[in-house]
């Protein structure tokens, strides 16, 4: 169930690891992952200061739960992002680029005032289509 990165000279190129749209054939089983946070395992905060470890720590556990559903980070088809500061937009997308390879993700990042702790610098939502 190949995933396509849909890429057109009618829209701006992405400046950020994801793709315009991406396209996948509805056959397989959806995996929804709920906003993933810098949370460790033993539930400590990793990074706290450091938005390059907490996307590091995110990722980890939004690779996790997509594992966990059967798939892998390829399998994943959108990411939504909610940052607290939406300057660490490089940094970022830095680290997203070490978890992510083509056909990216469909993606939006949002700046947002608060996230559910006020040590969190980063929360990811997740869609991924697993064969």
């Not at 990042?109 to 559910?116: D, I």
């Amino acid at each position: 169930m190949p995933k396509k990165q849909i890429s057109t000279d009618t829209l701006h190129s992405p400046n950020g690891v994801f793709s315009q749209a991406t396209t996948i054939e509805a056959t397989g089983r959806l995996v929804f992952v709920s906003g993933m946070t810098a949370r460790r395992p033993d539930g400590s905060i990793a990074g706290v200061g450091d938005v390059r470890e907490q996307t590091r720590q995110v990722l980890e556990n939004v690779q996790a739960a997509v594992q966990a559903g059967g798939g892998t980070l390829a399998d994943v088809c959108r990411v939504d992002v909610y940052v607290r500061n939406m300057e660490d937009f490089a940094k970022i997308h830095e680290i997203r680029a070490q978890y992510f390879a083509e056909p990216l993700p469909a993606s939006t990042m949002v700046e947002v005032s608060k996230l559910a702790h006020p040590d969190y610098l980063i929360e990811i939502n997740a869609i991924a289509v697993v064969s």
